[in-house]
């Protein structure tokens, strides 16, 4: 597997024949999907046993990240099954804005050439990028053999994508001179629904009295919170991805956050553009006097910066 790192791929191109092949070979020869990563000089900077998912770049280092812009890496796995790549590989490559994401499709067999190189690994592929689409985030194509793979340009197709992300980028910066807020609530056991609904609407009033606007709200139900990030890890995922499909610059939590949840959120929403990480807590039975003092009180201490 170490000898990925030494491969060097045209930089116009998502793959060739061969590195797939040899990733296929190494992928079946372990019975383990496998993943790389390339940047655009065509070199192989990471490379991992596991689904997309599971071996995606920590956003602190990727080298380039923004709403209105693809981080400059593109993801070729394998995979075991046949089907197109699921939710969890693709919001991997969303979190990670990835160029393009190749999930290969193995023949369970294969040999290796004379004179080196693997063959008849790959059964064929699927292609997926991100699309500046409010309301689909991604498109998959249609199984395809190696050959039409390796043969897409990758520089048109990102320099396609980046120049309509950066036309909706500036779209948005352009129509919105306020805060764009999603709203999470969590409702626990000791929470009734119509408490719960209620809470929910006085953050919403609150945060459109401070000038903002509420673009989407997001629920879970828990019996306690996450002592460690309040929501689940996939809640956490659904998050970041809603924030930056819908150009959220506020997150804004219906209950106080510890100063450790505040880090490990910051971490874990690590995004394309700035986010900030507010908190109204809902428990007092005066819940307009209670949210506003924490608005008053606790408005830029509770501000937490994700890197972009």
Request: glycine share 8%; with cysteine.
């Amino acid at each position: 597997m170490q000898r990925l790192y030494h491969q060097r791929l045209p930089g116009d191109r998502i793959t060739t024949s061969e590195f797939a092949q040899r990733l296929a070979a190494i992928s079946t020869e372990i019975n383990q999907p496998v993943c790389a990563y390339i940047n655009r000089r065509g070199q192989v900077i990471r490379v991992g046993v596991g689904t997309p998912r599971q071996t995606q770049i920590p956003p602190i280092e990727l080298p380039r990240y923004g709403a209105e812009r693809l981080s400059g890496i593109r993801c070729i796995a394998t995979q075991l099954k046949y089907d197109p790549p699921g939710e969890s590989a693709l919001t991997a490559m969303a979190m990670q804005r990835l160029d393009a994401l190749v999930a290969l499709t193995l023949t369970g067999g294969g040999f290796e050439r004379r004179g080196g190189g693997a063959t008849g690994y790959v059964k064929g592929g699927y292609l997926a990028h991100l699309v500046p689409h409010p309301e689909v985030n991604w498109t998959v194509s249609p199984l395809m053999n190696l050959d039409a793979i390796a043969d897409q340009d990758l520089l048109n197709l990102v320099e396609g994508l980046e120049s309509e992300f950066r036309r909706e980028y500036i779209a948005q910066q352009v129509d919105r001179d306020h805060d764009q807020v999603l709203v999470v609530g969590l409702q626990t056991d000791n929470l009734s629904n119509q408490f719960f609904r209620d809470g929910l609407a006085e953050i919403g009033r609150l945060v459109e009295t401070a000038g903002g606007e509420v673009l989407q709200t997001l629920k879970q139900k828990r019996p306690r919170p996450h002592p460690q990030t309040v929501v689940g890890e996939g809640k956490i995922q659904e998050i970041a991805l809603t924030a930056q499909t819908i150009g959220a610059n506020l997150v804004v939590f219906n209950r106080d956050l510890s100063p450790a949840q505040v880090r490990n959120l910051e971490i874990r929403l690590a995004c394309g553009s700035s986010i900030v990480l507010k908190s109204f807590s809902i428990f007092l039975p005066n819940v307009r006097d209670r949210a506003q003092a924490n608005c008053k009180s606790n408005w830029h201490s509770l501000s937490i910066c994700c890197p972009g």
